[in-house]
């Protein structure tokens, strides 16, 4: 069974930084593709995973490219995203996914849709204010 904890939100001013970390037992992040999705205030889970990284490497939303950065630790088997000149309309839940079916690499790909990604996390809260 995977199983995924968020952890690291809070609250910020605009231009601060906050880093998440996801921890992830039942499968390996250098096995899978993880991704960090967000859901804004009053909206769904956005489709596409502002951020996601696999072993052919990272990918970004065009909303968070320069400013967010996705790592892992494969000793600790967690995921990271840094998070810097944080803007208001960073506020949302974010919550890590993992798609364990494939790697980025022996053939497979990474995809930053929703729908690829089979495990999920709770989500923490990221609120930033002007």
């Known amino acids: 069974q995977v199983r995924l904890v968020e952890s690291g939100g809070g609250s910020v001013q605009a231009g601060e930084s906050l880093t998440l970390s996801c921890t992830i037992s039942?499968?390996?992040?250098?096995?899978?593709?993880m991704g960090w999705f967000r859901q804004t205030p009053g909206n769904k889970r956005e489709e596409f995973a502002v951020?996601?990284?696999?072993?052919?490497?990272?990918e970004y939303d065009d909303s968070v490219k320069d400013r967010f950065s996705v790592s892992r630790d494969n000793a600790k088997n967690a995921v990271y995203l840094q998070m810097n000149s944080l803007k208001p309309e960073d506020t949302a839940i974010y919550s890590c996914?993992?798609?364990?079916?494939?790697?980025?690499?022996?053939?497979?790909?990474?995809?930053?849709?929703?729908?690829?990604?089979?495990?999920w996390g709770q989500g923490t809260q990221v609120t930033v204010s002007s």
């Open positions: 039942g499968v390996k992040v250098d096995s899978a593709c």
């Open positions: 996914a993992a798609d364990s079916r494939r790697t980025g690499s022996d053939g497979t790909m990474c995809y930053r849709r929703d729908f690829m990604f089979q495990s």
């Open positions: 951020a996601m990284i696999g072993n052919a490497g990272t």
